[in-house]
């Protein structure tokens, strides 16, 4: 088990996996008094700030984030799973690049997805907030109660069965062949 807390990971290389961290067991890294910022961490030249193929917990305070410029990446075959947040993290966790993983679950707080891929193999449990724009692909189910705001047009094979489902003036979202334009 490894904990990490209102620490920045930056300019971290490494030639395999896991430019900034390298998990395949149980890791939470927790924004408490501070934001916590992941940037210019590479594999290779390309950015990547965590390979998990095990439990990665992301938590942060009200007020506080988490951000991720570079990817979170998993085997070809996705093993990892992402929770985020948890009874008293109301914060935020921002994905500004890739993401690839088995499962992932929002507890509580809001997930910006600004950029790259959400590639999660299961469904998001989704009983917070998610914010979309700039996304390229959404290749995973969204379920839940919470909420989900989508902001830039893009199409996706997959269901969004959420409580809300917003959709910015003007833009599209196709979701199974099924076009809704705000």
Aim: no cysteine; glycine share 12%.
């Amino acid at each position: 088990t490894l904990e990490i807390t209102d620490s920045n990971f930056t300019g971290n290389t490494a030639t395999t996996a896991g430019g900034a961290i390298y998990n395949s067991g149980n890791t939470t890294i927790t924004a408490d008094a501070a934001n916590v910022t992941f940037s210019g961490n590479t594999v290779n030249t390309s950015l990547n700030d965590i390979y998990n193929e095990g439990t990665l917990n992301l938590q942060a305070n009200a007020g506080k984030e988490i951000t991720f410029a570079g990817t979170i990446t998993d085997a070809s075959t996705p093993a990892g799973t992402i929770n985020i947040g948890g009874t008293t993290y109301t914060g935020s966790v921002n994905f500004n690049n890739t993401v690839t993983q088995k499962d992932m679950t929002i507890s509580t707080g809001t997930v910006n997805i600004s950029a790259g891929d959400l590639k999660i193999t299961n469904a998001v449990l989704n009983n917070g907030v998610i914010n979309i724009s700039g996304t390229e692909a959404l290749t995973s189910a969204i379920t839940g109660v919470g909420t989900t705001n989508i902001q830039d047009s893009f199409t996706t094979t997959k269901a969004i069965t959420q409580g809300i489902v917003t959709i910015a003036n003007g833009k599209t979202f196709t979701t199974s062949g099924n076009t809704t334009t705000s």
